[in-house]
């Protein structure tokens, strides 16, 4: 018979000992359970038996997804440790000395069954009457994945369902001698009032955009003498949201800068010194994910990483989901360094006369910089041209002198006055128009109304393309394929410049999304290539071999 305690103690003593690699937080989480196991005189005492009761209970709960499916969970020593302190501390009266735990993990940890065993355990084994237990999350799909699981659970499982008199129906799992319940909520669920909480486990706190549902959980649990929240999260990007204040004072519990005996917490990440080195150091891979080896498969996080090598946009995305470290949400796009790998200094347009193109434009300001693309292919590589306009008012009170120096160099089209004069670039669009096959011309509607019409009236192609996530998302990812591949050839200072000030914005879906990080740093002549990037693309779906062989309808 296994001994959870003991479990827990290893595992606490391997990590301070240095046996089991992990960070600071982890280390110190440790070291706070093993004092807390010396001290004397304390209102507080362990129970093995009340630890073992949680672990037992989990251990006897199936898996209902992946390899594993339709045996029982097995608890990782890691996973002893956690159920150990929030379980197994009580005071003098029986209850529970934690009232909060919050655990930051990365993905594909176990968290949900971890999380679907604590909600169970809460409505049905805890000894509570009318026990109120609530997945909650910012969306009710996100709050019935934990709740699904539980469900699940109880559904396969018919000692379960003897044992407690529990029913799994399709919104609640209920317990009707006890008036028990277990329910999915969300912040866009009829009402947040009125709850009365034994036990709140909420679900990726880093999501949240507002304090709402942590507040309405936390307010919840006041009338109940051994209510637990318990918050399980990975890292993320807001910074400034409730998620990292709960982080904050988690830290600063570990660090003994604050007190309080009722808080749990632990953070499994990388410390700051090894971000670096991340990349080609497997043992970092473990120190991060205490599950590495069994829900964390090495192939898979082996694929990411070699793709964050190459991909610098997707590198924060790696560290925040798969290593839970904290990044911002803007972050760098491009290689510089494979970007320049891609210049070819004998390209010249004039060397494409005569051949299609699409074209793409940014004409964001009138008083600032105008950009547009000729976008080529030829024998599978794209070759982007670009032309840059911008009144003369601008480029004398500019503090940039690049400028002047384009100007010189024939790069920059400078036009008279105080705002650009669309005349300019409209004849540069005849002159293309009688050197090149203009196949597709893309521009945002917002900001050339008129321009478009006097081109539509001229039998220009014209295609609205507006600057959005939807539309530019996918064209970045390209863009930067193809830079990684060198199936792009560029001979531009002005858009390498540009390219360099392009920073990326990663949402919760993984898209991407250009921003430039200071009014200075402009990006229009990357608008108006990933304008044109975005007709190429759809004209490559359009062309497909699925739509020549009659196999879809458009």
Not at 35 to 49: N, P, T
Not at 198 to 208: P, V
Not at 410 to 423: A, N, R
Request: proline share 3%.
């Amino acid at each position: 018979m296994k001994n959870y305690t003991d479990i827990a103690i290893e595992y606490a003593e391997g990590v301070v000992a240095g046996d089991i690699p992990n960070c600071r937080w982890v280390i110190a989480c440790c070291q706070r359970f093993l004092d807390d196991l010396k001290r004397d005189d304390w209102r507080f005492h362990y129970s093995d038996e009340r630890a073992a009761k949680f672990c037992k209970f989990a251990e006897n709960l199936p898996h209902i997804k992946g390899q594993w499916a339709g045996t029982d969970l097995v608890l990782e020593p890691w996973q002893v440790f956690i159920a150990c302190n929030v379980f197994g501390w009580i005071d003098e009266d029986g209850n529970r000395r934690f009232r909060t735990a919050y655990l930051e993990v990365p993905r594909k940890n176990g968290k949900t069954f971890l999380m679907s065993a604590i909600g169970l355990y809460m409505l049905l084994a805890d000894g509570e009457a009318g026990a109120e237990v609530y997945s909650a999350a910012v969306k009710k799909d996100q709050a019935r994945l934990v709740w699904d699981t539980a469900r699940r659970q109880v559904l396969k499982t018919e000692e379960l369902q003897q044992a407690f008199n529990v029913e799994a129906w399709k919104h609640s799992i209920f317990v009707e001698k006890t008036a028990s319940s277990f329910l999915p909520l969300a912040s866009d669920s009829d009402s947040l009032d009125g709850l009365s909480v034994h036990a709140g486990l909420i679900d990726e706190l880093h999501a949240h955009k507002s304090r709402e549902v942590f507040d309405v959980i936390e307010t919840g649990t006041g009338s109940r003498a051994q209510s637990l929240m318990f918050i399980i999260t990975t890292a993320g990007s807001n910074q400034a949201g409730i998620c990292y204040e709960q982080r904050g004072y988690v830290t600063k519990l570990l660090e003994g800068v604050n007190e309080d005996e009722s808080y749990f917490g632990i953070i499994y990440t990388l410390d700051d010194d090894d971000i670096a080195n991340v990349w080609d150091d497997r043992e970092l891979w473990k120190k991060a994910n205490p599950n590495y080896g069994v829900s964390v498969l090495p192939f898979d996080l082996e694929r990411l990483v070699k793709k964050a090598k190459q991909t610098a946009s997707a590198q924060n995305n790696v560290l925040t989901k798969r290593f839970n470290v904290w990044t911002n949400a803007d972050t760098s796009w491009m290689d510089m360094w494979k970007w320049n790998a891609c210049q070819n200094e004998a390209l010249s347009l004039d060397d494409f006369k005569g051949e299609p193109c699409i074209m793409g434009a940014d004409f964001a300001s009138k008083i600032d910089i105008a950009a547009l693309c000729l976008l080529f292919e030829r024998d599978g590589i794209l070759y982007p041209f670009l032309r840059y306009y911008l009144p003369d008012e601008t480029v004398r009170d500019s503090r940039n002198d690049q400028y002047h120096g384009w100007w010189k160099d024939g790069l920059l089209t400078v036009t008279p006055g105080q705002i650009i004069d669309f005349d300019y670039i409209e004849q540069d669009c005849s002159q293309f128009a009688s050197e090149f096959e203009i196949t597709e011309f893309a521009y945002d509607p917002f900001q050339a109304t008129q321009f478009a019409g006097r081109m539509l009236n001229e039998g220009w192609n014209m295609t609205e393309v507006r600057p959005t996530v939807l539309n530019f998302s996918e064209p970045m990812k390209e863009l930067e394929a193809r830079v990684i591949s060198e199936t792009l050839q560029h001979n531009d200072p002005v858009l390498s410049w540009m390219v360099s000030n392009t920073v990326c914005h990663l949402d919760a879906k993984d898209n991407i999304y250009p921003r430039k990080e200071k009014p200075e740093n402009k990006i229009d002549g990357v608008i108006a290539l990933l304008s044109a990037m975005n007709r190429y693309m759809n004209k490559s779906d359009d062309d497909s071999i699925y739509l020549k062989r009659g196999l879809t309808v458009v």
